[in-house]
């Protein structure tokens, strides 16, 4: 069974990047699309964007052209450049497969404020 560990969160401002890094204990490269989530407080886990094993990409509207998913099948990680972030964009992010056939890990908090 995969485990997925999630890093790279923290507290920015407005308009600032950030790299999210999802590490798996074990190969990826036998899962078709994986992907990140994310979580707001009192709302639901939604998905955010997916990369296919090929590296199709697809993502959420409301993250379209300012994220870009990535993923490197050797180093058994998947990545999140997110750019232009907003207040909106704050929650704690996941990754999984698609579907999330994987235990989630503890994510990792993304704060945008000024």
């Known amino acids: 069974q995969v485990q997925l560990v999630e890093s790279g969160g923290g507290t920015v401002q407005p308009g600032e990047s950030l790299t999210l890094s999802c590490a798996a204990s074990g190969s990826i490269f036998s899962i078709q699309i994986m992907a990140w989530y994310r979580q707001a407080p009192g709302a639901q886990r939604e998905r955010v964007a997916l990369i296919t094993r090929a590296g199709g990409t697809n993502y959420a509207n409301f993250v379209k052209g300012r994220f870009t998913i990535s993923r490197d099948n050797a180093k058994n990680t998947v990545y999140l450049q997110m750019n232009s972030l907003k207040a909106e964009d704050t929650a704690v992010y996941y990754c999984?497969?698609?579907?999330?056939?994987?235990?989630w890990g503890q994510g990792t908090q993304v704060t945008v404020s000024s």
């Open positions: 999984n497969g698609l579907p999330a056939n994987f235990a």
